[in-house]
């Protein structure tokens, strides 16, 4: 488990003086990034050999959201690593003890060169794992659906602003975009992202959207069709 220790910043919020829906997976990222620099694997994971953790799927679960100036925890916890795949839980936890925010993500390491997934070494994943954790149940789901009539609703192009320390889109962006979907004032409980493919600089990326009973589903295509990413919100 490693912890995380931070104060709502301004820039952090909305109008309302609430921590934006996308800045929580910010908090989540940096704890992560932070993680594996403690325990010496550098910002991506194992630098020295070329592999990288990249994020496949999020089950983010919100019981209220942090607001400006609030003390928090942000936790992180891997409890599984299989094959090619390994499972991080998050919380946000306030000055109270109260649980804010729940997460389950689900990641596959690379090979960076090749780009080709690589088995989880036993030493790497003792080092994030140090002791047995007991609830390994997996609760991310990392297929959501892509059937459907999609709405158009915007294209952009992917600039250097948009590519993290890997060269393509982070993953944070897709929420981000997806916020802009949303009516005004319309309040997220529960998000799910789905990362099928990475997008890069010059891609044209065209947003479209479904409007459901209990929220919105955001798909996200290339140029070439690809598919890149698929986000659930509901109320």
């Not at 019981?63 to 919380?91: D, N, Q």
């Not at 390994?136 to 948009?162: D, I, M, N, P, Y």
Request: net charge negative.
């Amino acid at each position: 488990m490693y912890e995380m220790k931070i104060q709502v910043r301004y820039s952090e919020t909305d109008r309302n003086g609430r921590v934006r829906l996308h800045q929580i997976l910010e908090y989540f990222q940096d704890c992560v990034t932070f993680h594996s620099m403690a325990v010496g694997l550098g910002i991506r994971g194992d630098e020295q050999e070329n592999r990288a953790w990249y994020l496949i799927a999020w089950d983010i679960h919100i019981h209220r959201y942090p607001e400006m100036a609030e003390y928090l925890t942000i936790v992180t916890e891997p409890y599984k690593m299989r094959g090619f795949y390994g499972y991080r839980r998050f919380k946000i936890v306030d000055a109270n003890h109260n649980v804010l925010v729940e997460a389950d993500s689900n990641w596959i390491f690379m090979d960076i060169e090749k780009m080709i997934p690589v088995k989880i070494p036993q030493d790497l994943a003792d080092r994030y794992i140090s002791s047995p954790v007991e609830d390994q149940t997996v609760r991310v789901k990392r297929k959501l659906s892509a059937e459907g009539e999609w709405e158009e609703r915007e294209t952009l192009t992917v600039t250097k602003v948009f590519l993290d320390s890997n060269g393509h889109v982070n993953n944070t962006y897709y929420v981000l975009w997806a916020e802009d979907v949303l009516p005004e004032e319309y309040e997220i409980k529960e998000v799910k992202v789905d990362y099928r493919q990475s997008a890069f600089l010059g891609d044209t990326i065209r947003i479209s959207s479904i409007e459901e009973e209990k929220g919105w589903r955001v798909r996200f295509m290339n140029q070439d069709q690809t598919l890149i990413a698929l986000v659930e919100l509901k109320k």
